[in-house]
């Protein structure tokens, strides 16, 4: 597979077209990547991706694959040398499916909604984020040093964002949401993922991420436009 | 190993889409399994509850003492598990990434869309619920061409995990055509779904798991009495 073109279209501070960069440089594939302004679309950018207009889009020999979950099963795919992202066995490959659906679904909207909301509302969405952190604690108990075992897998590329961004929601929005009492193995978890080779020299920083977080939580809050994605 | 000698279940119900999902799956596989149909108004059954305590949804498939949860989730270990029966997934990458990025719209816009055709008050208010269901079904012809090359199915000679995701929501497609009176499928815009539903239903992995439209029909307005809070129409 060498010597195939692989391009990358993303977005500085998208953790999804993170999860991308990180797969494509822990199975050491090469790859041009494309800079997308997402609050001005390139014609290309909604050429490529006409349905939903968005980061990560991975064009590689041409073909264009869309999703960051969809792009790392394609990665682990087309690229079956090691390191592998997802278990060999089926039930652990249903499993590291559902808990990464369940993450998006449940962690990361409620973290963005906890970031740019107040009150109430805010007190309700670091509930609901801390509840579902809960189950995901729960599966990093007895694991070894990640969810993919010994190396970085699939699981803990979705959840990546946890280690870096996190942190960044939490104090733009003047939350706390990883409590070193209730979150022992997830902030461990996120200490070693984020001192990985890969991972540490691919992160947004943080000066930045705040900069930029704290005018998606003004213009939300101002707009009262309550849940919107980048 | 095919594990051929251990018991499955799924926990699910007649009129659910993604239910119908798994047993079409299976019985692509040939898989003889246990259907266990969830009691629709007496609450959870304790083997739901136990199976699946994260979101304690339908369907669930059990496999020997293995509960898988998530429709998409369970079609693609059906196909992993038993992997020496017809294949479900494509074996491209790239078709595999299509017809999961296709499942996937179907599942968080093309669906939701359908069910707002439903519940929308006044003419104008369907009549944009309508026009957003044909913008997806346009979408799908399209992905249907580019899928299908020339042939039956979105999976080729052979239905596969895009026409299991999609073919599973032709009863209450059917169902909202006949309540709002409208043809979402037809010759003039979409005739290669068109074509494609008539063959997907009649398939002998589908034919018997199918949900006949007219039960279909009755039980939604059962679940709308209730949810308006009359006494449900005598069955």
Known sequence: ?230 | MEKSDVKVKVLGSWSSPFVLRARIALNIKSVNYEFLQERLWEGKSELLLKSNPVHKKIPVLIHGEQPICESLIIVQYIDEAWSSGPSILPSDPYERATARFWAAYLDEKWFPSMRSVGIAQGDDAKKAAIAQVEEGLALLEEAFAKCSKGKAFFGGDQIGFLDISFGSFLGWLRVTEKMSETKLLSEAKTPALLSWAHKFCSHPAVKDVMPDTEKLAEFSKTILARFRGAAPPKS
């Not at chain 1, 073109?5 to 494509?24: E, I, Q, Y």
């Not at chain 1, 929601?169 to 193995?185: N, T, Y």
């Open chain 1, 1 to 230: 597979m060498a010597n195939e073109k692989v391009k990358l279209h993303g977005f500085w501070v998208s953790p999804f077209a993170n999860r991308v960069k990180w797969a494509l440089k822990l199975k050491g594939i090469e790859y041009e990547y494309m800079e997308e302004d997402v609050w001005n679309k390139s014609n290309l950018l909604i050429q490529l991706n006409p349905v939903y207009k968005k980061v990560p889009v991975l064009v590689h020999n041409g073909k264009v694959i869309l999703e960051s979950f969809l792009i790392l099963e394609y990665i682990d795919e087309t690229w079956n040398q090691n390191p592998l992202l997802l278990p060999q066995d089926p039930s652990q490959r249903a499993l590291t499916r559902f808990w990464a659906k369940f993450a998006e679904e449940k962690i990361f909207e409620a973290a963005f909604n906890a970031l740019c909301s107040h009150g109430d509302e805010q007190k309700k969405a670091v509930q609901l984020t801390m509840e579902a952190m809960e189950k995901i604690e729960g599966e990093l108990k007895g694991k070894q040093q990640f969810f993919g075992g010994e190396s970085i897998g699939y699981l803990d590329i979705i959840l990546g964002w946890i280690s870096y961004m996190l942190p960044v929601f939490e104090e733009v929005g003047s939350v706390q949401i990883l409590d070193p009492v209730k979150f022992p193995a997830t902030i461990a978890w996120s200490n070693r993922f984020l001192n990985h080779p890969v991972i540490k020299d691919t992160l947004p920083p943080k000066e930045k991420m705040l900069v930029y977080f704290q005018e998606r939580r003004h213009i939300i809050s101002c707009a009262n436009l309550g849940w919107i994605k980048f």
